[in-house]
């Protein structure tokens, strides 16, 4: 074992926090059976030999979307072949469907409708809630969050929305739109997406609402590897303020995406490799000491290079 990485074991195995040079040598080290045997070791501290799921019921309420992100071939216009946008019944269908399932949580996000009212969502939710009292609602990203207080014409009162929906039967925040925090990538591939400081605020004020909320990082496109650590480096920032405040709400997980080039304007990127995508969970649960949870995303890394990712610092599949 290199000399930079048995120094980093060292504070692994002591609970010590790794610094961004830390972060770069595991990145940078082709050794990754020992950056699992790490990540492992700070999973274990954790939780033992636990790993946690729960039955999650998924839907998109519309494909309809007022960005054009290059790295997305789910968004469509209205009128497109395709477009679609769900009605309260369909929704309700939904809820009903998650009861024979055993599902536990509902899990919603959509598009930037251009022409759906703020009303729309907040009776979406209360249409779930009255089929299926006891489902928990995960819902809205934070950049649904601000476009909802731009169409309900209060663009500044981001904790106003949120505790609307709250009322209405909104449970948690899921961690989608933080792609990778970093100006050059944003205007490059997100143009017109909400950056890191509104993201960030989004999630800062469901923490003090007592909102838990989760953060997502997509990697394996046009950023580099320092834009990944510092993305990881900045939700460890809020983490830590969120606990200093004493807030009741926090990030509960992190969820690590893969880039999967589809059909999008960066199809001709190859995204990342299977190692890659290890690498990337390990150093997740390395990098971030104060959150509980990292999840392997399934759908999007196979189920079998998640059971293998649950000796790479994973203790939670969705």
Not at 39 to 61: K, P, S, V, W
Not at 62 to 77: E, G, H
Not at 193 to 202: A, C, F, G, N
Request: with cysteine; proline share 4%; hydrophobic share 40%.
């Amino acid at each position: 074992m290199a000399d930079d990485l048995w120094n980093i074991a060292k504070q692994v195995e002591a609970g010590r926090r790794l610094s961004l040079d830390d972060a770069r040598h595991l990145m940078a080290s082709g050794d990754v059976w020992t950056l699992g045997r790490m990540a492992d070791t700070a999973r274990r501290r954790r939780h033992g030999n636990l790993a946690y799921y729960n039955i999650n019921r998924h839907f998109n309420y519309s494909n309809v979307c007022a960005l054009r992100c290059k790295f997305c071939d789910f968004y469509r216009k209205r009128g497109d072949d395709g477009a679609y946008e769900f009605t309260l019944d369909q929704a309700r269908e939904q809820a009903r469907a998650a009861i024979p399932a055993g599902a536990t949580e509902i899990h919603i996000v959509g598009g930037l409708h251009p022409y759906l009212p703020f009303t729309y969502y907040l009776d979406m939710l209360r249409a779930i809630k009255t089929e299926n009292p006891t489902l928990h609602i995960k819902a809205f990203t934070a950049v649904e969050i601000v476009h909802f207080a731009r169409i309900d014409k209060r663009p500044n009162d981001i904790e106003g929305v949120l505790r609307d929906l709250q009322a209405a039967g909104l449970g948690s925040l899921p961690g989608g739109g933080a792609e990778v925090f970093d100006d050059r990538v944003h205007d490059q591939a997100l143009k017109g997406k909400i950056r890191s400081d509104k993201w960030l605020e989004v999630h800062d004020t469901a923490h003090r609402l007592g909102l838990m909320t989760n953060a997502t990082i997509l990697y394996g496109h046009i950023e580099s590897r320092d834009d990944r650590l510092t993305h990881l480096l900045m939700l460890r920032d809020a983490q830590d303020h969120a606990i200093a405040k004493g807030w009741p709400g926090r990030f509960q997980t992190v969820i690590p995406l893969p880039f999967v080039p589809g059909v999008s304007e960066l199809k001709n990127l190859y995204g990342p490799t299977g190692l890659e995508d290890l690498k990337m969970l390990a150093i997740s649960r390395l990098m971030l000491d104060n959150f509980d949870h990292v999840k392997a995303f399934w759908i999007m890394q196979t189920p079998q290079l998640t059971q293998v990712s649950l000796s790479w610092g994973v203790d939670d599949i969705d």
